[in-house]
């Protein structure tokens, strides 16, 4: 029992309620939002130290033992992602504080991004399967608000078909619920985990896996991505950036824990397919990120590239692949809030997200351009930035695993991914510049501080691998051995 | 005997809310979801089997009662799915007043970006 964990849902939760009532007062909500993020975040680190030196740690709400109440559970990866979330939240709200944003501010934009961090870190600390639909509804709600906020023709067009896929395959979870429910009569993550392992390998424990497998790939955007581009090239970068940087990172999680704890039974089902799954991902993300003009939707194709590559290491699922993959889930994070950002930057500036129209940048923006290349070339995996060890990791393991084809996709994709925005890069950067001083449609200023934290952050992981992997070891060590979990919920009490 | 019934039912309710969520008029669309989440409810009733003793109201003298966790989970379902229908009507509502469409192949976009 450790109610620390109650904190990074709570804390932003209340925040977001007191916010709503400071409507006209947007400096002072940025304010709020920001200390109840760090706050969070401080709670967050001191139980990343406590997972370390007392493993993993649990909150029965309201005193109920699992696998009868609610349970919230922190390990190590839990934990690592929620602290990751908060971070990008911070910059998300630093990069959301612009003047063109002052109707957005006025209409509960902090509280809504505040409520979508809720939602993620909700998803990434609950032990039960239901309460994980519960938090992704929740993450899921405060997106459909963001999207649609400001009302234009192109953000309603959009959010329409966003919010009808996801109650599709929101009702699809339950329904994968209720089989799973049928099985086993539990829901506790870590009773499923236990139950599935008596049940060893079952058609039709493997067939409900595969059907959660439809409903998490849906919201990973593995492979059924065609939803993906649209809505995230419609709302402002600001609030793009949020849902690059977390959305489709629930879903990776919600595929890892369950992938790594209950529907471990027939790997020679589950890993061919979430392998093939990948490699398609990574090879059509690739084919989408090359074949666009628009700086938005080459950015959301790299989101869903990573995806592919991600998912690729838990497919292999083990000891290195998923510290490989857990690596680059977090360096994944970092950048893909990073260049959303400073793309956004581009893109007030220029006014126009179109690359035909963008030229010769560097001129008045140097740092801008440079720290993109920077951010480019972290998501090539270029060694001091941190893109390096997760690729190396995961490909190492593939290799080793006899994968070379996947493998090979996963180095030539990621190359097509350092082209795609190379040629962002040099299209917008460099050439004879179409404004004049005077003439930009913004400063950008606003993505200076963000930018550079996440710039830190990047660079930071990279160098400091070691020490990071050696962070990484219990979480690692819980996903490849499920008891680890089983017995950190339940205890002994229940046998 | 009335669980199977329950699941046809579901499935009969699925299959027309899949029909429905085809068609291009984005209202029947919208029930069309209705359909698919009223669907899963009645499945996740069927699946932890029917009436099958008292209320779950714990008692000393309860001999049987029934399993209260699909219910709790059905009720939650059905307030979140509640907000969700009545955020994509308004939705709806304001994309037809926005465009003039209410017919999905012109809400298809791309063309002038």
């Known amino acids: 029992m450790n109610n620390l964990l109650i904190v990074p849902i709570a804390v932003p939760l209340v925040a977001a309620m007191v916010l709503v009532f400071l409507q006209k007062r947007p400096r002072l909500q940025l304010a709020i939002a920001i200390g109840a993020l ?30 009868f109440g609610i349970t919230l559970v922190a390990d190590m990866t839990s934990v690592l992602l929620v602290a990751a979330a908060l971070v990008i939240g911070v910059c998300c709200l630093l990069f959301a504080w612009d003047p063109t944003l002052a109707g957005h501010h006025r209409h509960y934009l902090f509280p809504l991004m505040l409520l979508l961090v809720v939602g993620v870190n909700g998803s990434f600390l609950t032990g039960d399967l239901f309460n994980l639909f519960v938090f992704f509804e929740v993450t899921l709600i405060a997106s459909y ?17 966003y919010v009808l896929i996801n109650m599709v395959a929101s009702t699809v979870f339950v329904v994968a619920v209720a089989y ?19 049940a060893g390998p079952d058609g039709l424990v493997t067939v409900v896996g595969l059907l959660f497998l439809v409903v998490f790939a849906t919201k990973a955007a593995l492979l059924l991505f065609f939803w993906l581009p649209g809505p995230y090239s419609a709302p402002p970068m600001a609030v793009a950036a949020l849902f690059a940087a977390l959305l489709t990172k629930v879903g990776i999680y919600a595929i890892l824990r369950t992938f790594t704890l209950i529907f471990i039974h027939q790997p020679e089902v589950t890993g061919t397919v979430l392998t093939a799954m990948g490699a398609l991902t990574m090879l059509l993300g690739a084919l989408g990120a090359v074949s666009h003009w628009s700086i938005r939707r ?16 838990i497919a292999l699922a083990d000891e290195e692949s998923l510290a490989g993959a857990l690596f680059y889930l977090l360096h994944d994070m970092v950048t893909k809030a990073w260049l959303f950002i400073l793309g956004g930057a581009i893109i007030a500036i220029a006014g126009t997200d179109r690359l035909r129209d963008i ?26 930035l941190s893109g390096f060890i997760g690729k190396l990791l995961i490909l190492k393991s593939g290799v080793g695993a006899g994968q070379f084809t996947v493998s090979i996709i ?15 890069f040099i299209l917008s950067f460099w050439g004879e510049t179409l404004l004049n001083e005077g003439e930009q449609h913004a400063t950008g200023r606003n993505a200076v501080l963000p930018g550079l934290v996440l710039a830190a952050l990047s660079v930071g992981l990279g160098l400091g691998s070691g020490v990071v992997l050696e962070w990484l070891e219990p979480a690692v060590r819980t996903l490849t051995d499920p008891a680890v979990y089983i017995e950190a919920v339940l205890g002994t009490a229940v046998r | 005997m009335v669980e199977t019934l329950i699941i046809i039912i579901a499935g009969i309710l699925f299959s027309v809310g899949t029909y429905m969520l085809l068609s291009k008029n984005l209202l029947r669309i919208i029930f069309g979801t209705g359909l698919y ?3 899963s409810h009645l499945m996740l009733m069927a699946v932890a089997g029917l009436k099958q003793g008292a209320a779950p109201l714990l008692s000393e003298r309860a001999e049987a009662y029934v399993d209260p966790i699909p219910q709790a989970l059905i009720l939650t379902s059905i307030v979140i799915n509640f907000a969700l229908t009545a ?13 003039g469409f209410e017919d999905m192949r012109q809400l298809k976009g791309m063309d002038h970006e």
């Open chain 2, 87 to 99: 955020l994509i009507l308004v939705l709806g509502y304001r994309t037809y007043m926005e465009t």
């Open chain 1, 38 to 67: 760090l706050v969070a975040l401080a709670a967050a680190g001191t139980l990343m130290i406590q997972n370390k030196t007392e493993g993993i740690q649990t909150l029965h709400i309201g005193g109920w033992e699992a696998p």
């Open chain 1, 410 to 424: 996963g180095l030539v994709t990621s190359l097509i991914a350092f082209y795609s925005l190379l040629r962002v």
């Open chain 2, 37 to 39: 989440t009223h669907a």
């Open chain 1, 145 to 161: 608000v963001l999207l649609s906020l400001g009302g234009t023709k192109t953000q309603l067009r959009e959010s329409i078909k």
């Open chain 1, 359 to 384: 030229k010769g940048l560097i001129r008045y923006r140097p740092q801008l351009g440079w720290m993109f290349l920077l951010a480019a070339m972290a998501v090539a995996g270029v060694p001091p």
């Open chain 1, 180 to 198: 799973l429910y049928a099985l086993f009569g539990t829901l506790n993550m870590a009773h499923l985990a236990e139950r599935a392992a008596e």
């Open chain 1, 298 to 313: 080459i950015l959301a194709y790299n989101v869903i590239l990573s995806v592919g590559f991600i998912i690729f290491g």
